[in-house]
């Protein structure tokens, strides 16, 4: 245990650290709400991640996303390992810089206990669900994420045991409804909170 995780120890105890540490979580897109989900798992003591996207940082990506200007043109995977380390040098991640799709989901994700939908677009969502709404995985999605004000709208909705949804489900990005830091990161830091409290909730 370093020096980082015996100090989540003294907030979390040894025991949920364990449980914690024991988890794999598959990241579905490394964006706003990837890399902030990311970030704050990796501060609340996760350890072992599982990461997919194709995308580079780009400039456009920095009002939201947990990346840097000196990161600019890297693969999104790279540079959120990069910034993921910094916080917990001992953390392991798989990165997969690919494409996502219906053939390689299951691959992609098949070790992780739990399954973090972060993509852009409604159809990737869905296939995402389809893929794994049968297996044992926990799945958390978000959906109505864009905007300004509001705040309290975004809300986590159980929809199955295993699947949760974050947002409030109309706030979608258009041309005058931009994806901005203050939702997005409510939404991806309720989606970290909505697996901690999977992780540790007692059994019943």
């Known amino acids: 245990m370093n020096n980082f995780e015996k100090a989540i120890a003294e907030y979390l105890g040894e025991e949920n650290l364990k449980k914690i540490q024991a988890v794999t979580v598959g990241i579905a897109g490394a964006g706003g709400l990837g890399s902030n989900c990311a970030m704050n798992l990796v501060r609340t003591g996760f350890k072992k991640l599982v ?8 400039q456009s990506n ?14 999104k995977v790279d540079a959120l390992e990069e910034n993921l380390k910094r916080i917990n040098q001992d953390i392991t991640i ?32 869905k296939i995402i669900v389809e893929t794994f709404i049968n297996s044992l995985k926990f799945i958390v999605c978000a959906s109505g994420i864009a905007g300004i ?3 309290d709208d975004i809300i986590t ?5 295993h699947l949760t949804i974050i947002g409030d489900l109309i706030s979608e990005v258009t041309v005058s409804r931009s994806p901005l830091s203050p939702r997005v990161n409510i939404a991806a830091a309720k989606q970290a909170d909505t697996i901690l409290e999977q992780i540790l909730k007692p059994k019943s």
């Open 149 to 151: 004000g509001n705040s």
């Open 51 to 58: 990461v997919a996207d194709f995308d580079k940082v780009e």
């Open 62 to 75: 920095l009002n939201r996303q947990f990346y840097f200007s000196d990161q600019v043109g890297k693969m």
């Open 94 to 125: 798989k990165k997969y810089p690919i494409h996502l799709s219906q053939n390689n989901l299951s691959e992609i994700f098949g070790s992780c206990n739990i399954i973090v939908e972060a993509l852009d677009k409604p159809e990737s969502k």
């Open 157 to 161: 909705r159980q929809i199955k045991p």
